[in-house]
């Protein structure tokens, strides 16, 4: 896999995954490639420095890649305002009913599920080992909190969450 940052007409910049560069540029010269946040299709790589380790830097690397205590906030992705021009019509209704199908379950999860936040994985415990009423919950968990209710035996779905309707 190789990650790249990318960038779009509009210079909304975003990262992109690929199986190899061969990918990346087939999903481009294909079309298949737009922003998620304004729907263009002209995107391309954008500059991206190299994560060099010398011996003065990888101290510092180190230093900086400690875990602190608060998490940072991550911003929320936006969707796309409208489906790319570049997009087969096909697909481009298919993204629309995708994005309207994910909507639906999200204002049915908020109406019938409650709100647990950052503190999902321990509410799911709570719930899993009898502690509390069973209820449907929904929250954000990190990767190795979802990794640790997996191998506690607790099912859980991720799912993307949608920003809300502009």
């Excluded at 690929?18 to 737009?34: C, I, K, V």
């Excluded at 790589?45 to 991550?74: I, W």
């Excluded at 209704?93 to 994985?121: H, P, W, Y």
Aim: with cysteine; glycine share 6%; aromatic share 6%.
């Amino acid at each position: 896999m190789i990650k790249y940052q990318l960038i779009c007409d509009k210079s909304h910049e975003f990262e992109g995954w690929f199986g190899d560069s061969a990918a990346f540029e087939s999903q481009q010269e294909s079309g298949l490639l737009t922003c998620p946040v304004c729907g263009s299709a002209d995107v391309r790589r954008a500059l991206m420095a190299p994560n060099l380790a010398s011996p003065k830097t990888r101290k510092t690397d180190l230093a900086e890649q400690q875990p602190s205590a608060q998490p940072e906030p991550q911003p929320q992705p936006q969707a796309p305002q409208q489906a790319s021009a570049a997009l087969p019509p096909a697909a481009a209704r298919k993204m629309q009913e995708l994005m309207s199908e994910m909507r639906a379950l999200q204002t049915k999860i908020r109406e019938e599920c409650r709100d647990v936040g950052n503190d999902f994985a321990e509410e799911a415990r709570k719930i899993h080992y009898g502690e509390v009423e069973p209820e449907g919950i929904y929250g954000q968990a990190t990767a190795e909190e979802r990794e640790a209710l997996d191998e506690e035996g607790i099912e859980i779905m991720d799912m993307p969450w949608l920003p809300k309707d502009n």
